[in-house]
Every structure is written in structure tokens, then in C-alpha cells.
């Protein structure tokens, strides 16, 4: 088993990017081998300051290793330390089809009415995802819900190239998605997605976020007026509701089912303390690392430096088969 997956490197981790993906980074480490990675060459396919840009690799690997993200263990780095990525990513291109990229929804919302406008990184955005899994062979992704037509691309980019040259080069990787946090919504609006991009703040809970700032921004939670039921059934359309008792039982290990059997006719005046209690405790510890990590800028880039070394080791002979299936002569 061989487990990689890529956060892209913003200034704030938030709770949806924690519950969907890192809380289960960290678990599988016990599982297989674990390649872990700031997408800094995805980040820059929107317009990002240069020196914000250095800065939050730094933020977001301080970030991973706070959530539990072993160093000795796991191989942690950034994109374009390893410059296998983007080699891979320009020799998928070559195979990724215009239909398939047409098709990725994420595009389609991130350039928005602008598309004539949007960088072509943001287009084969997904070229250079697929490129990040299969160069180091990997069998499981952990994500959210939003990347897995990422990774169905990915799939399909191995298989055509696999059987357009004849060659057993790629194995298809398998997204996990979990199953009670896979989308994490919106503080605001449960239909919403939690996001980074959001404007509003209240939107969403940073791992930077203070203990009063998470109490208060689940307090001010937008919900409804109905006490809760007694399973996640009956929450089909309450989605403001069904989002908090999903971070609720992503935090405690539990189904939804499980935590709305304790809650069952309670209203949110109980329900949102123990859900803030509950975060508070569980990310305090999590954000108090987090601080001191960000104090030693030189330690994490060691860190970084040292997980591409690592990195390039093993990502060396699926890019050498890649250019040999294509009969691209190399070296001297
Ligand atoms: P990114 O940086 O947007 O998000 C990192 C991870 O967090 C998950 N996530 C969420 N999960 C549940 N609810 C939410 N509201 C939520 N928001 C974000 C994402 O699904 C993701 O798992 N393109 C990727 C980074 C990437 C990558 C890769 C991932 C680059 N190459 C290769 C896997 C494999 C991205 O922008 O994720």
C-alpha cells in the first residue's frame, strides 16, 4: 500500500480540509507508506504574491506536522522541490484528452464567468494532479469529496497511456474518501462548500483560529429552529444541521447516527457547546504545535528539503519508463 496525497499551500488549514483529508493522513501512517505534499506548483495557477507564496509552504507543512504527520515515517515535501512533477505532468499531456479536462467541474467553478481570462495551469490543473500519484505508483489517494473526479482523470490518463504504448508503467491509484466528513460545508450556508476562497471568515475554522474565535464561530452557526432527530435521515433537508453533526462524529470517531442518538429532541442550545467543546479541546493542542513550529522557519525547511530527497528517489524510475515508453532518448 502506497498512500500520497497534496494539500495546496494556503495561508490557513481549515476544518474541512483537516476532517476530510490530514485527520486521515496521520491514521494511515500506520497503514503504508506515505508520501505527503504541499501543492505549490497547483498553487500557482491563480495569481499568488511570490513571498506569501514561499511563506505559507513553510505555514502549511508547520500545519501537517502539527496534525500528526510523522517526518521520519512519512516523506513530507514540496512540488517543486521535485522536479519529476511538472516533467510528468508535460508528458501526460500528451495523453490527457481536451474532453476529459472540458469535463472537470472544478475548472468549471474556479474560472467561473472568466475562463477566456483563467491560466491554462488551471486547465490541465488535473494533468498535473494524476502526475503526482502516479509518479511514486501510488495505490490510495485520501481526499475530500471535490477531488475525486481528479482522480478519476488520473485513472483513466493511466490506463490510455498504459494501453496507447503498450507498457505496464502506471498503477491506478484509488481515491479514499471517508465517510462521515468527506464535505465539510460552510459555517454560513450548508450548501456551500467550507473553502479557503470564501470571503467571510465566519465561514469557516482555521487551525489558527484562538479557542474563543472556534467557540464563537460555532455559536454563530447558521442552523435552524427544530430540535434534532434521532438519525441522519430524517436531516435530508436541514444541510446546516447535517454538516454540524457530521464535524461532531468526524471529531469524537463516531457515525452521525451514533451522535444523534445522544442528541435526539435536543435543540442547538445544547448541541453547538458540546460541538464547541469538542473542537476547542481537540485542536488545541493541534494549534499550540502549530505556533511553535512557525517559530523555526530553517527546521521545516530542512524538513522539506530532506522529504524531496526521498521524494525524487522513488519518483527516479516511473519518469525514466515514462520517457522510454515514449521513446524519448535521455542522458548523455
Ligand atoms: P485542497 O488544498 O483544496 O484541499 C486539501 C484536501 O482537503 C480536502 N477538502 C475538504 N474535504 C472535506 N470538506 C471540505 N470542505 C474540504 N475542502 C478541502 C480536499 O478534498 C483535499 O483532499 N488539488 C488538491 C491538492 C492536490 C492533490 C494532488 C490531492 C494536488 N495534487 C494529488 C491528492 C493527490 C487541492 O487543491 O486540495
Known amino acids: 500500500m502506497r498512500v500520497v496525497s497534496g494539500i495546496q499551500p494556503t495561508g490557513n488549514l481549515h476544518l474541512g480540509n483537516y476532517l476530510g483529508a490530514i485527520m486521515r493522513w496521520a491514521k494511515m501512517q500506520d497503514e503504508g507508506e506515505c508520501l505527503f505534499f504541499l501543492a505549490d506548483l497547483h498553487a500557482i495557477t491563480v495569481h499568488n504574491d511570490p513571498a506569501e507564496l514561499t511563506a505559507n509552504v513553510r505555514g502549511m507543512a508547520a500545519a501537517l506536522i502539527a496534525c500528526g504527520i510523522d ?3 512519512s516523506i513530507l515535501f514540496n512540488q517543486a522541490r521535485v ?3 511538472a516533467e510528468l505532468a508535460w508528458l501526460l499531456n500528451g495523453t490527457a484528452r481536451i474532453g476529459w479536462l472540458n469535463r472537470m467541474t472544478q475548472f468549471k467553478e474556479k474560472s467561473g464567468k472568466n475562463r477566456e481570462g483563467a491560466s491554462v495551469g488551471l486547465y490541465v490543473y488535473p494533468v498535473l494532479m494524476a502526475a503526482d500519484v502516479l509518479l511514486y505508483q501510488a495505490t490510495h489517494v485520501p481526499v475530500g469529496e471535490d477531488q475525486k473526479q481528479h482522480l478519476e482523470l488520473a485513472r483513466d490518463l493511466a490506463a490510455k497511456f498504459n494501453t496507447d504504448f503498450g507498457v505496464d508503467l502506471f498503477t491506478l491509484p484509488e ?3 471517508g465517510e462521515t466528513a468527506a464535505r465539510i460545508m460552510s459555517l454560513r450556508d450548508g450548501t456551500a462548500k467550507m473553502s479557503k476562497s470564501d470571503p467571510s471568515d465566519m465561514s469557516r475554522i482555521n487551525l489558527s483560529d484562538d479557542s474563543e474565535t472556534i467557540a464563537q464561530k460555532i455559536r454563530k452557526a447558521k442552523t435552524d429552529a427544530e430540535p434534532l432527530p434521532a438519525t ?3 436531516l435530508a433537508d436541514r444541510p446546516e444541521a447535517r454538516n454540524l453533526v457530521g464535524i461532531f462524529a468526524a471529531f469524537a470517531g463516531r457515525t452521525a447516527d451514533e451522535v444523534l442518538a445522544d442528541y435526539a429532541g435536543s435543540g442547538f442550545g445544547a448541541f453547538k457547546p458540546a460541538l464547541a467543546e469538542l473542537t476547542v479541546e481537540t485542536l488545541r493542542p493541534i494549534r499550540e504545535r502549530y505556533l511553535e513550529l512557525l517559530a ?8 522539506l528539503a530532506r522529504g524531496a530527497e526521498r521524494a525524487a528517489v522513488l519518483a527516479r524510475p516511473t519518469l525514466e519508463g515514462a520517457y522510454a515508453a515514449l521513446g524519448l532518448p535521455r542522458g548523455g
Open 71 to 73: 517526518t521520519e515515517r
Open 232 to 234: 441522519m435521515a430524517e
Open 83 to 85: 522536479s519529476a512533477h
Open 175 to 177: 481515491p479514499l474518501i
Open 296 to 303: 523555526h522557519p530553517s527546521e521545516i525547511d530542512a524538513i
